[in-house]
């Protein structure tokens, strides 16, 4: 099996965006995400990826300013009902994509607002983003960022996920792991999926400290892809790391899941 999935916000930036499914396609990519595809007609996205014979496996609700850094709305006070808006607009875009994933970013916690209120917040959002999802089978995610990239960031640490998933009880609300976030703010990377694979819809790769593919870093993915494989990991693995050199040179480590990057034109 091949349970990998080129993330084209930062991998094959050489080539325009729709020109990126042609090229994760042809060297054996199965799937593609893509955090924030709403400047591209849902339709029309939907019939590129069918050319290709590509999944489309995860995106974010609308997050706001993220040019400005805001990274989400989720958890922002008086923001509550462009999010909800955001929400209807993102099952949309998944029901036309045929996208099981939806990652509703927390955000970071405003000055004048204290994190026990954001936290509030979320959960009430998050609910209703679970309840409107379900009908269509799609998944709501949260994603911990670590306080070394986004040191206001309401969500931080895997517990904080897994204690909100506990408080609210909703069957179709998982974890979006980033091994990059997750190495940074806690460590530990092989026993947290030892303990909470269960719990992980969608698992990024990026190597800490500079957020690079597999080799350039401190983790050893060739441990990890073992320990996911006997734990029979049923979501997909996303490349979401930032390329040394360029995208193709980088992919070496992918060989072993069928990606050949010579075959590329």
Same mark, same amino acid.
């Given at each position: 099996?091949?349970?990998?999935?080129?993330?084209?916000?930062?991998?094959?930036?050489?080539?325009?965006?729709?020109?990126?499914?042609?090229?994760?396609?042809?060297?054996?990519?199965?799937?593609?995400?893509?955090?924030?595809?709403?400047?591209?007609?849902?339709?029309?996205?939907?019939?590129?990826?069918?050319?290709?014979?590509?999944?489309?496996?995860?995106?974010?609700?609308?997050?706001?300013?993220?040019?400005?850094?805001?990274?989400?709305?989720?958890?922002?006070?008086?923001?509550?009902?462009?999010?909800?808006?955001?929400?209807? %607009? #993102?099952?949309?875009?998944? /029901? !036309?994509?045929?996208?099981?994933? +939806?990652?509703? *970013? @927390?955000?970071?916690?405003?000055?004048?607002?204290?994190?026990?209120?954001?936290?509030?917040?979320?959960?009430?959002?998050?609910?209703?983003?679970?309840? %409107? #999802?379900?009908?269509?089978? /799609? !998944?709501?995610?949260?994603?911990? +960022?670590?306080? *070394? @990239?986004?040191?206001?960031?309401?969500?931080?640490?895997?517990?904080?996920?897994?204690?909100?998933?506990?408080?609210?009880?909703?069957?179709?609300?998982? %974890?979006?792991?980033?091994?990059?976030?997750?190495?940074?703010?806690?460590?530990?990377?092989?026993?947290?999926?030892?303990?909470?694979?269960?719990?992980?819809?969608?698992?990024?790769?990026?190597?800490?400290?500079?957020?690079?593919?597999?080799?350039?870093?401190?983790?050893?993915?060739?441990?990890?892809?073992?320990?996911?494989?006997?734990?029979?990991?049923?979501?997909?693995?996303?490349?979401?790391?930032?390329?040394?050199?360029?995208?193709?040179?980088?992919?070496?480590?992918?060989?072993?899941?069928?990606?050949?990057?010579?075959?590329?034109?």
């Amino acid at each position: 099996m091949n349970p990998l999935s080129a993330n084209l916000r930062w991998l094959f930036l050489e080539w325009p965006f729709y020109e990126r499914l042609r090229v994760a396609a042809q060297i054996g990519f199965r799937a593609v995400d893509f955090s924030l595809p709403y400047a591209y007609p849902a339709k029309e996205l939907k019939a590129r990826i069918d050319e290709h014979g590509l999944k489309f496996v995860y995106m974010l609700t609308p997050s706001g300013n993220w040019d400005a850094g805001e990274l989400g709305i989720a958890a922002l006070p008086g923001r509550e009902g462009e999010f909800r808006e955001g929400v209807r %607009l #993102a099952l949309d875009y998944a /029901v !036309t994509l045929g996208c099981p994933l +939806i990652h509703a *970013a @927390s955000g970071i916690v405003p000055h004048s607002a204290g994190r026990a209120r954001c936290r509030a917040i979320y959960l009430e959002n998050l609910a209703y983003a679970c309840d %409107l #999802a379900k009908a269509s089978g /799609v !998944t709501i995610a949260m994603e911990p +960022i670590c306080k *070394a @990239s986004h040191c206001e960031f309401l969500l931080n640490r895997t517990a904080e996920a897994i204690a909100i998933m506990d408080e609210l009880g909703r069957d179709n609300l998982r %974890l979006v792991y980033d091994t990059h976030h997750a190495a940074m703010e806690e460590g530990a990377v092989a026993t947290t999926l030892e303990n909470h694979l269960e719990r992980i819809a969608h698992f990024q790769i990026a190597n800490p400290p500079s957020r690079n593919e597999p080799g350039a870093g401190e983790l050893d993915f060739d441990f990890l892809f073992d320990l996911l494989e006997r734990k029979q990991f049923d979501g997909w693995i996303s490349a979401e790391y930032k390329p040394t050199g360029t995208t193709l040179a980088s992919l070496g480590w992918a060989k072993r899941f069928g990606i050949d990057a010579a075959q590329t034109v």
